[in-house]
């Protein structure tokens, strides 16, 4: 009995399986991108569509997964939407040829980083920061499963989360005034300037955003929030003895 429970089969990890294919794929449009400025554009952009799809369609697997585990989840994710969203515009144009090969290599990159700023402006204006979908599904699962129950864990995690939102829609911004200003520099014949502002500007401001500022982003929220849980619970305190 023991060598047959030795030689049984391992039964397969759906869930690992699922996050190694959605981490495939979130990095796949990274890998696509570099080739945009050297091939032909409809192939890499159709690609992009597809890859943004099958994003959509793991997410949808991981989310129902999550959700049969009684563990919150959110979908669809607002960013792998606006991917799907811009390309698939795009593309669209490309092929009625109403936009150019050499004026989508000129224009793609603003009009990302301009959608997703955007999309992150938008998530704050309907009070739903498009982090949350990210941020509920990092969380360990004790401690998000169960979070709306808990009204300060919630207040808290609220005000790190639309804290991190905001400093995305400035980072996107940023990105999108960088890109327009790479796109009028190749426009007008200046390519090796562009391809190096657009690159190191990019650089800068995505190593900020993730090494600096938001570290800093979420301590400050965190503390802010657990000062206002603090004063709201020794106000509640204080009152009866008032009255």
Not at 7 to 27: E, F, I, Q, W, Y
Not at 117 to 129: D, E, Q, R, Y
Not at 193 to 199: A, D, N, P
Request: aromatic fraction near 8%.
């Amino acid at each position: 009995m023991a060598v047959e429970t030795e030689n049984a089969p391992h039964p397969v990890d759906t869930g690992r399986v699922l996050g190694v294919c959605k981490m495939s794929v979130d990095l796949a449009p990274s890998i696509l991108f570099i080739l945009l400025n050297w091939v032909n554009a409809i192939p890499i952009c159709a690609s992009i569509v597809c890859v943004a799809s099958i994003a959509i369609v793991i997410d949808f697997l991981v989310v129902r997964r999550r959700r049969l585990a009684g563990l919150p989840a959110a979908f669809p994710k607002p960013v792998s939407v606006t991917f799907l969203s811009v390309f698939a515009v795009l593309l669209g144009l490309l092929c009625a040829g109403n936009l150019s090969q050499e004026e989508f290599k000129v224009w793609w990159g603003a009009a990302l980083c301009g959608s997703l700023c955007l999309m992150a402006l938008g998530s704050l204006i309907v009070g739903s920061p498009f982090v949350y979908a990210d941020a509920i599904e990092l969380m360990p699962p004790e401690k998000s499963q169960g979070l709306e129950e808990n009204p300060a864990d919630w207040a808290c995690f609220q005000m790190v989360i639309t804290a991190v939102t905001k400093l995305w829609a400035g980072s996107f911004f940023l990105l999108t005034c960088v890109t327009l200003v790479a796109g009028f520099l190749k426009k007008y014949g200046h390519e090796v300037v562009s391809t190096i502002f657009g690159v190191a500007g990019t650089i800068i401001i995505i190593t900020l955003t993730f090494m600096c500022l938001l570290p800093k982003v979420i301590s400050n929220a965190g503390a802010a929030s657990f000062s206002a849980s603090t004063a709201a619970n020794s106000t509640e305190e204080t009152s009866p003895a008032e009255v």
